[in-house]
């Protein structure tokens, strides 16, 4: 963000795109060619990367950090507690949570469980992430699972609750699987797979 001098006064100059039906409050930092669409509010304090995309009545809280180059579709809250890192994609109305035991009548305002959501990681329409947990990187969460544990780097996750049923590439394609070994089938990157850990040949 950069500021300019304007008759004794320092005015900002953005280096990112707000719609004006976008409330961003002062004290959020916001990375350059980031997009911010209708009826979003970034709360002050937020920290949002460069390049990303966040569509139609995102709310961004005021501890939430979002990395590089993500991609926030329609109706996604990302609240506090929750750090994205680069080139995150969240479906439309996907859900994070930061509170395991809520209450209306009881404040947990310091009781934020801190979610971390890995590079390059799916997290597909309508799924809930519970707080507390790593999505590992390049994972891949299925529209409408539920995640309730840590998942590891590249897992495919379906179902209520989520369960591991494959692997994913970097390309976001389901890997082909032989034994010890992983190939896509789009891209053509291979994998080895070892104690439930796939690894990049």
Known sequence: MLFLRKAGQYMEKRDYFAHETACVDPGAVIGSATKIWHFCHIMGGARIGERCNLGQNVFVASTAVIGDGCKLQNNV????????????????????????????????????????????????????????????????????????????????????PARQTGWVCRCGVKLGVSLHEACCPECGVRYKIESGRLTQL
């Open 77 to 160: 809250s990302v609240y506090d507690g929750v750090v994205l890192e680069d080139d995150v994609f969240c479906g439309p109305s996907m859900v994070f949570t930061n509170v395991l035991t809520p209450r209306a009548h009881v404040s947990r305002r310091d009781h934020y469980d801190r979610t971390v959501v890995g590079r390059g990681a799916t997290l597909g329409a309508n799924s809930t992430i519970l707080c507390g947990i790593t999505i590992g990187e390049y994972a891949f969460v299925a529209a409408g699972a539920v995640v309730t544990s840590a998942v590891p780097p590249h897992a495919l996750m379906i179902g209520v």
